[in-house]
């Protein structure tokens, strides 16, 4: 089964705190995805990634960043907390690579961080 | 823009009954549309339909897509508690560098009371 681990289920932080929230997943996935997840706004996709070093932006951008320096790791960065967002964030991946980021195999999704900016 | 919208928002049931949740879809270049159950934690995957008029089915779950009338439904018959959940659609397009790969609908919150 695939596995994709959060490394927090719960986080609370201050506004102006930079923010890091890691996703690994040991399914040798080429994509990996983080979304936020918001009520009656469903999931929204943030960034994703196709491959090591590479990146795209989402829907949603705007005060993340994110990182993949190995191909099992995908990390989302705050770069300064805001309330506005406090959310469930969600990390995703499937395999495929550039060429197939919509292959046949859905996306698995980790459990998720509840990010909570006092 | 692409945009899902599912109905209803929140359904409450009680055990037995057979649900019907919808999902409809204004998407550029689609190509499939995927069904989750989410409970407490991860979105888990149900269905992904890509052809219209074929039925999907797992248990007492099944799912069907109109391409022409760009919606899907997911029946659950037989409704037990352990179905609330919400049920997510999602749609998948074939979209460029830059563009996002799957869209999501808000949901349906099912309520399966005993």
């Known amino acids: 089964d695939v596995k994709v681990t959060q490394s927090s289920r719960y986080l609370v932080k201050r506004t102006g705190e930079k923010v890091f929230l890691e996703c690994v997943q040991d399914?040798?996935?080429?994509?990996m995805f983080w979304y936020r997840q918001d009520p009656g706004l469903g999931l929204r996709l943030i960034y994703f990634?196709?491959?090591?070093?590479?990146?795209e932006k989402g829907d949603i951008p705007e005060g993340y960043s994110v990182s993949r320096e190995k191909k099992e790791r995908f990390s989302l960065i705050l770069e300064s907390a805001s309330t506005n967002q406090t959310s469930m964030y969600l990390c995703?991946?499937?395999?495929?690579?550039?060429?197939?980021?919509?292959?046949?195999?859905?996306?698995?999704f980790g459990d998720g961080t509840r990010l909570s900016i006092l | 823009e692409d945009k899902v919208v599912q109905s209803p928002l929140s359904l409450v049931v009680h055990e037995g009954d057979t649900v019907t949740l919808n999902c409809s879809y204004e998407v550029t270049n689609f190509r499939s549309l995927l069904w989750y159950k989410q409970e407490k934690k991860a979105p888990t995957f149900l269905f992904m339909l890509t052809s219209s008029g074929i039925e999907k089915k797992s248990g007492r779950l099944s799912s069907i897509l109109d391409k022409k009338e760009l919606f899907s439904i997911l029946n659950i018959t037989a409704t037990q508690t352990g179905d609330s959940a919400i049920y997510l659609c999602?749609?998948?397009?074939?979209?460029?560098?830059?563009?996002?790969?799957?869209?999501f609908g808000s949901g349906t919150r099912l309520q399966v009371q005993p």
């Open positions: 399914m040798d996935h080429e994509n």
């Open positions: 990634s196709y491959d090591v070093k590479m990146k």
């Open positions: 995703a991946s499937s395999p495929g690579g550039r060429g197939h980021l919509w292959s046949n195999q859905p996306q698995h």
């Open positions: 999602a749609v998948e397009a074939w979209v460029d560098t830059g563009r996002r790969a799957l869209t």
